[in-house]
């Protein structure tokens, strides 16, 4: 029954689809999404874990071309990812184009599936866009970090004007009644950005935190459902990273040291996590029936554009995607 449905579905989707390219973003009538608070879509991720997980997505550059790897998912699957993956990206030419990823973004979310930005951002001592060797993966010093997470230093205020060259952007979907899956400084264990590898309280953990009292508290970004995110590091420790249950939303982890989370990842995500959603926000492999059914409560996955063919074959995700478990756009019900 189920491959019934899905393709039913997938007809009904590829025409929404069609209509946008050729007519321009679907009109209200026409949504699958209306206007949304953040709220209900956190009550839906409570909802489906432990039975189900959406699929997803993830599109990197071009800014031009925020949808390509999701087009990919279709041509090889029949089906949309039921979560769309962007970023609001870090070179000139990306950061002259996030508009591009807005309106994919809305397109995305009239069409039926969640929205989920990410943020390779450029540090605090460098200018509104920067290369990713020596930028966005680079590091400062201890000094200049802890200026960052002080209040009125010179970088404390450069990380708020680096903020609020977003708002625009994030404005626009919280307009648009879009919600938001936000997964800023992702990876916060990891050494590899300018970010990360600061635990404590006053580490990478407290720029999380101030990220969110500016965008969500000062900017008013109330349509932010807010994404904690680790790398599967074995080293461990994530707790330390952790910025506590009144800033994250959703707690997530990153599959990049082996194909998929262990039962000891899982388990150290949850106990952070508690009674919150978790993700697997990126991963490299499409999971398994036997990942999923040892470890029911991901709420999302998302695969990492390039390495959606790159790491699979297309028969091994045209199982990922026909899973009982797994929901696609046209799947997903609020």
């Known amino acids: 029954m189920k491959k019934v449905k899905f393709c039913v579905a997938s007809a009904l989707t590829a025409a929404a689809v069609l209509t946008a390219v050729f007519t321009g973003p679907a009109t209200e009538s026409a949504q699958a999404f209306p206007a949304t608070p953040k709220q ?5 991720l409570h909802s489906i874990s432990g039975n189900h997980i959406v699929s997803g997505q993830h599109n990197k550059e071009p800014a031009t071309s925020p ?14 990812p039921g979560l769309w993956g962007g970023d609001l990206m870090f070179n000139a030419t990306d950061v002259a184009n996030r508009q591009r990823v807005v309106d994919q973004a809305k397109t995305e979310w009239a069409n039926g599936s ?42 404390n205020t450069a990380w708020k004007k680096r903020l609020d060259e977003a708002v625009p952007y994030l404005q626009q979907l919280k307009n648009a009644g879009v919600p938001v899956l936000f997964r800023p400084l992702h ?15 006053n580490g990478s953990a407290r720029l999380y935190q101030i990220t969110r009292d500016y965008l969500a508290g000062t900017k008013g970004l109330d349509n932010l459902i807010w994404v ?6 074995p080293a461990g420790g994530w707790s330390n990273y952790y910025p506590g249950s009144q800033y994250v939303d959703v707690a997530s982890l990153d599959a990049w040291y082996k194909n998929y989370p262990s039962a000891a990842d899982y388990q ?26 040892s ?6 996955f998302m695969l990492w554009s390039e390495q959606l063919r790159g790491s699979n074959t297309n028969a091994e995700i045209q199982t990922a995607y ?5 929901l696609n756009q046209g799947e997903l019900t609020f």
């Open 114 to 155: 969640l929205v989920a930005l990410t943020w390779h951002v450029c540090p605090p001592t460098q200018g509104s866009s920067c290369a990713f060797d020596g930028g966005v993966k680079s590091h400062i010093s201890d000094a200049q970090f802890s200026q960052t997470v002080t209040s009125g230093t010179a970088l």
């Open 67 to 80: 949808g390509q790897y999701t087009q990919q998912v279709k041509d090889i699957t029949g089906q949309y």
């Open 295 to 300: 470890q029911p409560q991901w709420a999302w």
């Open 40 to 44: 209900t879509v956190l009550n839906y």
């Open 268 to 293: 150290q995500i949850r106990s952070i996590a508690g009674t919150k959603p978790i993700a697997i926000a990126e991963m490299g492999k499409v999971p398994t029936a036997a990942l999923l059914q």
């Open 228 to 233: 904690w995110n680790v790398q599967d590091n």
């Open 187 to 201: 990876e916060m264990n990891e050494s590899w950005n300018w970010w990360g590898n600061r635990p404590g309280a």
């Open 322 to 326: 026909f899973l009982p478990r797994v």
